[in-house]
């Protein structure tokens, strides 16, 4: 049976190094530099590079900020459509209006006309009236 190794990364050279699980919690030397390493417990893992954490954080937060701007273009969209609602009420109360303004302006119009008509037959006789017999 093959004995269990701890594979960990030298913190002088970076160098992939292997110790049998029997080192673990040990201090040895690094064969590559020669400098000393702590052999990491079985259970304990390899400690992420700082730039991973940055990195994951600037995700996170590039994340969350696409989540915020697409809720924000949401609402501005459902914001634009009300409005686009609105104004289509608007357009349609006042091409009503509009068509009843010009009914009503027809009914002057003919008023108008009926009222020459009758001008015209009560000048007929008053004309009529002046006449001498």
């Known amino acids: 049976m093959s004995e269990i190794k701890v594979t960990f990364r030298c913190d002088g050279c970076d160098a992939m190094l292997s110790f049998p699980s029997t080192d673990a919690g040990t201090v040895q030397d690094c064969p590559k530099c020669g400098g000393w ?58 091409a009503s209006l509009l068509a009843r303004e010009e009914e009503g302006l027809d009914r002057a119009l003919r008023l108008l006309e009926r009222f020459e008509r009758l001008t015209d037959r009560f000048e007929a006789l008053i004309a009529k009236w002046k006449r001498p017999a």
């Open 37 to 94: 390493v702590d052999v990491p417990e079985v259970t304990r893992r390899e400690k992420a590079p700082p730039w991973k954490n940055l990195h994951d954080e600037l995700n996170a937060r590039y994340f969350e900020e696409n989540v915020r701007q697409q809720v924000e273009i949401g609402r501005q969209i459902e914001v634009a459509w009300d409005q686009l609602k609105q104004a289509g009420e608007r357009h349609e109360r006042e």
